[in-house]
């Protein structure tokens, strides 16, 4: 790290979808970097020198991420990148910062192949692999299913966690008989419920975003589809239980652990809650810790940019909000997964798991 | 006879091309004035100008002692205009292309609430027009140019206004019908004091069939005189009679 | 200014689409809403050839505009019969039918993970390579101004004559004998062509594909590049697609983007588009007037045109 | 015979609008075609010009039959036409609007269409302006070459009908249909356009006519056609139709005296 | 479930997938039935609509449980919800698309997108991006008849679109103003000439269709919930089904509204085509019925005289 004498400069970027369709997730998760940039500059910042936070909007689009990466980099000349939010945008805003050397680190891009752009992209959520791998077999079995259906939509997220689960579930021997899928944006899903209700399955898994698995949840009901919901880390977000109310109760799903545990995480809650009048989703919780990784590092490290990745590669049992962060040498976050069952609106914690060699393993 | 319709000194322009300046005339009540020019003279400018469709740049309008347009600002709008008893029939008729005949008749009778006058008046208008009434239910857009024009001569009659503007009525009427056509503004002024101003290029009917004429050239009034004294006013012979 | 160049690889990109929309829509009269359809026609061709089949970019360009330009012909031909509103909903419905397809052919495409490592374009082992901006821009200048020059040299022949009179009136043209059909169909099929050359470009530029990226909105922000601009003036189309464009990144140009919210910048966009038309309803440079014998035509007198 | 329709009919709906009309036009001569308001003329046109299929019967030119041909075929055959309702390219200038008459007049008989079109593509400035000339020619023959570069629609009402009629000679007919081309104009004018009509037929183009002005109809015409409710009740020489009682009765009136 | 209780299932979820769609449609189809051009921004005034509601109903309900009371607050929501947007949308016209009365026709489209983003992002700004929820008025649960489960909001949808229709059938129809709005869309220069003030008519159509439109945001709201771009998908759709409806055409919006609802329902359920092709299936299906019926099902379709 040559410029790390320099105290000039400590500028963060942050790339996400800020207006458009999707701007609810860009917006939670830019709210929650603001928030420990806000609270590390409180404590004087790095090494007496203020953080700069330049947040930048994707409109969830490729072309717009583009432009985002673009003048970060070459304007703001940023040391370090927390985003993008969405799959699509971050491999082409990933790219870019492989080229030139700027450590990446996404809250939410859960595609599995981000991560092997290369070796400046990081991220603080857990790949769609493991999750839906973790997913399979937790139905088959704990659960004990044998048939279930799913609906999802039909975007990288969802899709990606539907082939994971699939492929474990069925390794296992189970079948997933009945498949749906919808449109991202769609609000309507009662031909995809009639036709899973008339499939008799088991369950139904529903790997969606919050607002979708509520209207899914609401719409079984009224199309009279009784069987338990399966779900995602989607469902971690709050803003569930507004939408869906009662309909929520039930409803097991797979997301990222530890997450309920903690008093930092109940802090983080309290503090952002206060901040932004909303709660934060699991990804606003993610972009945190990565910002505080980010800090954390460049109070060790400096401003430069290679420095800063080589310190994030080396963080060993951070611990941040959403528990234990290692990341692997893909740059993917070592976790766990953690079960959880909704009961009167509140998730319970079950357990964690994660796969090992092919079986599911439970870690206590 | 008291004057009616004055316009006093007004300019209208098109962009930057004038097409009328400074005409002043005026329509007595009762009368039955017409308005002869060439082509482009500004003759269709001068009757949109009165109903408010194209905007003074000098000069005003009054009818029946009230300013109704102004330069620079509106007076009234259109309807309001409408509303105090002038009726345009406008040129190239636009009729209510996909309204009935009827309901295109209807359309003209708009400021009228009594629905038996309505009524009245339609029956009368298909006595007057008969072909008219044997399209009574056929969208106007599939009429022959000349039962177009006969509808926008009717509608115009249906509001029984106190002065209707017409914008050369005969066109592409069949000779007989123009002849009823003129004998007809003749009625109507006769009996319900309909004062008439017309703008007509079948000069020698429409001259023959007023009280007084001007003569329009190049955006102003180059003549004015009793009709009879225009018909056989040589210029006016030679440049507009065909003679 | 290396973001000021990103706005200019932009506006080039969307300028060839707008060029291809006034063709269709500002000369033909035709109100076309898939311009977004085509520019992923050409965006996926070459990125599935690219990578799954390993051609040069450059072989894959003919390939992307054939494929629009036959998709064109495909939607032009049955729909033509269709006017104004009718033909917005119907060449509407192929630009959601294009995103739709691509989002769920999983096997061709890669569905909603997009296509991603596309490698960059070259030419004798010189990369145009889209982080360094200045020659990728250069390329595109030049993409630009050839198919500018083809585009409005057809306009100014009898080919944009016949297809104004198309627009003027349909019934008029064909009594002149000009075989209207085979006019608008052109256009479609040149307008389409256009546009997947712009695809083309597109996907070497950002590297991957995703079918987010080629939604109905992209289609409005082109029609609003020609509308602006001037409809029937492929200049001011080059112009209208650097003004969207400028204003869209605006924030980001004068680094604003951190002091005002968000939804302010699409907020201005929109307080922009309203002004802008009520200031200059026939666009800022309004249609485009041929001068045949050397003499200056006269200004119109009211300019404002209802097509 | 360069033109004759064979108990052409046409019916909207309940409306026979053309019944069974045998009409006739002769080469090189002005044929009228006349009869009160919706008596069926422009409708005859639309099914001549392909506008309109008739609902029975045949259009025969120079002894082909053309029934059912597209507008732009019957136009590149030979026959030109101008419309009661003035149809100009109204935000086209003037000089453009003849232009679009000149349409299909280029290129090279020789060359394969594509090669043609190759052509005419570079060698555009060319054949722009031999386009533009002989358009210019048309507008000289009107005397509307001043104003060339007027808007269409900016030109006053007589003068659009002549535009219309330049535009339609530039399509070099054989056979020029006008509807109503005096409607609008003053006595002088339509005099002015009587000579012009003339002048196209000594150009050796066959001319048909709707109109309403009897003095321009009984001038000019060689041939009358009248028309009523659809049905042909007579046609012969301006002389005979003036003279025929079932016309006076119909159409004409009694002539008034002045 | 047995395969008869699912077709009717189906059904059911067509019908009243449609009456959603028929709902923003009429509003629509009113508003270009007047003044020929795509009001973009209809879709966003719909969502304001919703939001307007939905503040007025938490506001007058307070903690009140279901009960009358609730049901008497939703409507008094939802006439001041519908008085609001008919401010709004007037206030609007004025100012964005009056001045553009005479201009090429493109032009209010495109002030109108621009009106369509302020209101969009306007919403975010103000109120934030979340989805929020309109509570349901009354108890939603199904009623399931012979395994066929309907909900009272669908119900009520299809009444309300239903009824909305009709009344605006015969309010352009046979009322006096309903008139003097088809004479306005035909010609307004010549409307002005009958004695109409074009200016009252396209205001209260603008007033009338917005008004409609807050009465659509809330009722769709409910299911869909309160979010900024609840109008721009939905509005979109509604809007492809007022012109396969035949544009312009009141009961044309209906019948295109509903249709769309069966088609996007069955073209999956029944076609067995995949899911992910249900827009596809659906856009396919609109443009043929176009090329059959080129100016829409219920448009007329007039030859231009010459
Ligand atoms: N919309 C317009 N834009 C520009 N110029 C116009 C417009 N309308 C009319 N003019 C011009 O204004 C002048 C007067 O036209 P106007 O229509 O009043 O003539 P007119 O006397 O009614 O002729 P006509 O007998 O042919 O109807 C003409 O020179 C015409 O070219
Ligand atoms: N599409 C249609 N539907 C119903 N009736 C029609 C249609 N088109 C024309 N008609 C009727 O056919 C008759 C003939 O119309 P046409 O236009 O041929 O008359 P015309 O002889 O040209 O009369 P004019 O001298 O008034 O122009 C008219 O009565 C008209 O109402
Ligand atoms: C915000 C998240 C829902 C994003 C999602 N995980 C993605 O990869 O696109
Ligand atoms: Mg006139
Ligand atoms: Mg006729």
Sequence with gaps: ?364 | MSELLTIENIDVCYGNIKALSGVSMHVDQGDIVCLIGANGAGKSTLLKSIVGLEGLTNGQICFDGEVICQAKKVKHTTDQIAKMGISLVPEGRRVFADMTVEENLDMGAFMVRDQNVIAKKKEEMFDFFPILGARRKQKTRSLSGGEQQMMAIARALMSSPRMILLDEPGLGLAPLIIQDIFNKIALINKQDKVTIFLVEQNARMALKASNKGYVMENGKIVLADKASNLLTNEKVKAAYLGE | ?307 | ?258 | MSSVAVFFQHLTNGLTLGGIYALIALGYTMVYGILKFINFAHGDILMVGAYMGMFAFDFLRGDAPLGAWTFISFLLAMIFSAVFCAVLGMFIEKVAYKPLRRAARLAPLLSAIGVSFILSNGAAWMWGTQSRKLNYPFDNSPITILGISITPHQILVLIVSFAMMVALTLFVGKSRMGKAMRATSLDQDTAQLMGINVNVVISLTFAIGSALAAVGGMLIALDYKCYPTLGTMTGLKAFVAAVVGGIGNISGAMLGGILLGLVETFGVAVLGIPQGYKDTIAFVILIIILLLKPEGILGKVEKEKV
């Design chain 1, 1 to 364: 790290g040559g410029s790390s004498e320099s105290s000039t400069a400590y500028k963060i970027g942050f790339i996400g979808p800020m207006t458009g369709d999707n701007a609810n997730y860009g917006i939670l998760c830019s709210q929650a970097v603001k928030l420990a940039v806000d609270q590390a500059n409180a404590k004087g910042g790095i090494n007496g020198t203020q953080i700069e936070l330049i947040i930048e909007d994707s409109e969830g689009n490729q072309e717009k991420g583009m432009a985002a990466i673009e003048k970060l980099s070459s304007t703001d000349k940023i040391s370090c990148l927390v985003g993008p939010v969405f799959t699509g945008v971050s491999f082409a805003v990933g790219e870019r910062c492989q080229a030139e050397g700027i450590p990446m680190m996404s809250p939410s891009a859960t595609h599995k192949d981000i991560t092997a752009i290369g070796d400046y992209v990081f991220r603080t959520v857990v790949s769609d692999g493991l999750q839906g791998e973790v997913a399979g077999h937790y139905f088959y079995e704990v659960l004990g299913y044998r048939n279930i259906g799913c609906l999802y939509i039909k975007n990288d997220y969802s899709q990606g966690l539907y082939e994971g689960m699939k492929a474990a579930f069925e390794a296992c021997g189970g079948k997933v008989s009945a498949v749906e899928t919808a449109q991202l944006g769609d609000k309507d899903f009662k031909t995809q419920l009639t036709k899973l209700k008339a499939a008799n399955v088991e369950a139904i898994y529903i790997p969606n975003y919050t607002v979708e698995m509520a209207q899914q949840l609401e719409q079984a009901a009224q199309v009279g589809l009784n069987v338990p919901f399966l779900s995602c880390d989607g469902f971690s977000n709050p803003e569930i239980y507004d939408l869906a109310g009662d309909y929520t109760n039930g409803v097991i799903y797979i997301a990222p652990t530890q997450v309920e545990e903690s008093d930092s995480y109940k802090q983080f809650v309290a503090d952002y809650t206060a901040a932004f009048g909303v709660a934060p989703d699991s990804f606003a919780t993610n972009a945190f810790d990565a910002t505080n990784i980010y800090i954390k590092v460049m109070k060790e490290v400096g401003s430069d940019r290679t420095a800063i990745r080589n310190g994030v590669a080396s963080i060993k049992d951070y611990q941040g909000v959403t528990g234990t962060v290692n990341f692997a040498e893909n740059g993917d976050l070592i976790a766990y997964q953690g079960v959880y069952r909704v009961e009167n609106q509140t998730p319970i914690y079950i357990g964690a798991y994660t796969v090992d060699g092919g079986k599911l393993v439970e870690v206590k």
């Design chain 4, 1 to 258: 015979m360069l033109l004759e329709t064979e108990k052409l009919s046409r019916v909207y709906g309940g409306v026979v609008a053309v019944n069974e009309v045998d009409f006739r036009v002769q080469e090189g001569l002005i044929t009228g075609l006349i009869g009160p308001n919706g008596a069926g003329k422009t409708t005859l046109f639309n099914n001549m010009t392909g506008l309109d299929t008739p609902t029975n019967g045949k259009v025969l030119f120079e002894g082909k039959d053309i029934t059912g041909k597209k507008a732009n075929e019957i136009c590149r055959l030979g026959i030109a036409r101008t419309f009661q309702n003035i149809r100009l390219f109204k935000e086209m200038s003037v000089v453009e609007n003849v232009m679009i008459g000149r349409h299909f007049k280029v290129g090279d008989k020789n060359k394969g269409r594509f090669l043609q079109s190759v052509k005419s593509y570079f060698f555009m400035k060319n054949e722009e302006k031999t386009i533009y000339n002989k358009a210019l020619e048309y507008l000289d023959f009107f005397g509307l070459a001043d104003l060339r570069n007027e808007d269409a629609k900016a030109l006053p009402y007589g003068h659009q009908r002549e535009l219309e009629i330049a535009r339609a000679m530039a399509t070099e007919p054989k056979l020029l249909f006008l509807d109503e081309p005096a409607a609008g104009m003053n006595p002088q004018e339509t005099e002015h356009l009587m000579e012009m009509i003339s002048r196209i037929r000594s150009l050796g183009v066959s001319v048909v006519l709707i109109e309403h002005d009897m003095k321009l109809v009984m001038n000019i015409c060689d041939e009358i056609t009248v028309l009523n409710f659809g049905n042909k009740i007579a046609s012969g020489t301006p002389n005979a139709i003036k003279h025929d009682p079932v016309v006076i009765e119909a159409y004409l009136g009694s002539e008034e005296d002045d």
């Design chain 3, 1 to 307: 200014m290396s973001f000021f160049q990103i706005i200019l690889i932009y506006t080039c990109i969307y300028a060839l689409m707008a060029i291809g929309q006034n063709l269709i829509t500002g000369y033909g009269g035709m109100l076309s809403l898939c311009q977004a359809g085509f520019f992923a026609l050409g965006s996926y061709a070459t990125a599935i050839l690219t990578t799954t089949y390993g051609w040069n970019f450059w072989l894959t360009l003919p390939v992307a505009v054939l494929i629009s330009a036959i998709c064109g012909f495909a939607i032009g031909m049955p729909t033509l019969r269709l006017k104004g509103d009718y033909l917005a909903i119907a060449t509407l419905g192929f630009g959601e039918i294009v995103r739709n397809v691509i989002n769920n052919w999983d096997s061709l495409t890669k569905g909603p993970m997009g296509i991603q490592k596309i490698p960059q374009a070259a030419i004798l082992g010189f990369k145009f390579n889209p982080y360094k901006k200045t020659a990728f821009l250069i390329m595109l200048v030049v993409v630009l101004a050839i198919c500018y020059f083809l585009f409005r040299r057809l306009a100014r022949s009898r080919m944009g004559r016949a297809l104004a009179a198309v627009r003027e009136d349909e019934i008029a043209a064909a009594s002149m004998g000009i075989n209207t059909t085979k006019y608008k169909v052109s256009a479609f099929i040149l307008g389409a062509s256009v546009a997947g050359i712009a695809g083309s470009f597109q996907a070497v530029y950002i590297l991957s594909v995703t079918p987010g990226t080629y939604t109905f909105m992209v289609s409005i922000m082109v029609l609003c590049m020609v509308v602006l601009g001037g409809m029937g003036n492929f200049l001011a189309c080059i112009l209208g697609a650097f003004i969207i464009q400028f204003i869209s990144y605006f924030p980001q140009l004068t680094g604003l983007t951190n002091v005002i919210p968000a939804q302010a910048k699409q907020i201005i966009f929109g307080l922009i588009l309203v002004v802008m038309m009520i200031w200059r309803p026939q666009g800022i440079m309004g249609r485009e007037k041929f001068d045949y014998s050397g003499e200056k035509r006269k200004k119109g007198a009211k300019d404002a045109t209802r097509n």
